[in-house]
């Protein structure tokens, strides 16, 4: 059984670099084909597509940010990270780690992600 587990300051200032980490447990990040992602959800709003890195450690982001983020993979740790730079109020939210079977390069419907981290929430505020 694949499990995710988010984790990370839940309290960032403003123009600081936003850092979190997601934990694989029960499979290997470096297994074909699958891909792991990072997606937040804004309050009020529904699920946005960050960036993923694929098993090959291959990068997609959103271009909306993709000036700000950049997404790793420590392989010896089992584990993928976030770094979303230059962070405004507006960078506030559920941020979570999913994985998928294959690329899903911006989707934003949960059934289209094979598994879950629970979600760790980032507020952006002085």
């Known amino acids: 059984q694949v499990q995710l587990q988010e984790s990370g300051p839940g309290l960032v200032k403003p123009s600081q670099t936003l850092s979190l980490t997601c934990r694989v447990s029960?499979?290997?990040?470096?297994?074909?084909?699958?891909?792991w992602n990072w997606i937040r959800q804004p309050p009020g709003k529904g699920l946005e597509w960050m960036g993923v890195?694929?098993?090959?450690?291959?990068?997609y982001y959103s271009p909306s940010l993709k000036s700000r983020t950049s997404i790793s993979r420590d392989t010896s740790k089992n584990q993928f990270s976030l770094q979303l730079s230059s962070v405004t109020p507006e960078d506030t939210a559920v941020y979570y780690c999913?994985?998928?079977?294959?690329?899903?390069?911006?989707?934003?419907?949960?059934?289209?992600?094979?598994?879950w981290g629970q979600g760790t929430q980032v507020t952006v505020s002085s």
């Open positions: 029960g499979d290997s990040i470096t297994t074909s084909y699958y891909a």
């Open positions: 999913a994985g998928s079977a294959g690329l899903r390069v911006g989707a934003t419907e949960r059934y289209e992600y094979d598994y």
């Open positions: 890195i694929a098993y090959d450690g291959s990068t």
